[in-house]
């Protein structure tokens, strides 16, 4: 009961994807001629918020384990034990499409760059990225709404699978958009 009544304050109290994503878009409308420190701090702005949503994403799938009594963990990455394949499928996804290494990329390549400039790959990825994470709010704030009843209903278990299911498209994309800008197939 206390792995779930976990699980319901932090959906409860779930960041938005939106300021992030409204980063992203305010990186890839910026003008070709943009001050180069305005620029640089909007794409550091993006990279605290991506680690902070990148980590929301991992805590979510930590704490969907299915505790049964006497459940033995079987698998464990790094300090992560997890009870269940599909957590593991989903931990390892959550890792690969992060959402901070772009960012990294762009920043990279920014500081890199002379003139300044963000490149239009970058730029679509941005949109691409900002796109999804619109979509991934509506689908937090779907289980934001419903977190008092999580509880309280002792359906905790159910939920946790069925925000694990609903997240993952979402992880799916954010990868691919990822991979596609690295080149990854």
Do not use: C
């Not at 909007?42 to 009594?69: C, G, M, P, R």
């Not at 300090?79 to 390892?92: G, H, K, P, R, V």
């Not at 959402?99 to 760059?113: A, E, Q």
């Amino acid at each position: 009961m206390k792995n779930d009544s976990a699980f319901a304050y932090l959906v409860k109290n779930a960041s938005e994807t939106i300021p992030l994503a409204d980063t992203l878009m305010a990186i890839s409308e910026s003008k070709e001629n943009e001050e180069p420190a305005k620029i640089r701090q909007l794409i550091d702005k993006a990279k605290i918020q991506a680690e902070e949503i990148d980590e929301q994403l991992l805590t979510f799938i930590v704490f969907s384990d299915i505790y049964t009594n006497n459940a033995v963990p079987k698998h464990f990455v790094n300090n992560t034990a997890m009870t269940t394949d599909e957590q593991l499928d989903m931990f390892i996804l959550a890792r690969e499409a992060r959402i901070w290494w772009p960012l990294y990329d762009t920043s990279y390549s920014y500081w890199k760059s002379n003139p300044k400039t963000i490149d239009a790959k970058t730029r679509k990825t941005l949109r691409s990225l900002a796109t999804e994470l619109r979509e991934l709010n509506k689908t937090i704030m779907l289980f934001k709404d419903e977190a008092h009843h999580m509880f309280f209903q002792e359906q905790a278990e159910l939920n946790k699978a069925a925000m694990l299911r609903q997240l993952k498209p979402h992880l799916e994309r954010l990868k691919k958009i990822q991979d596609d800008f690295s080149g990854h197939k």
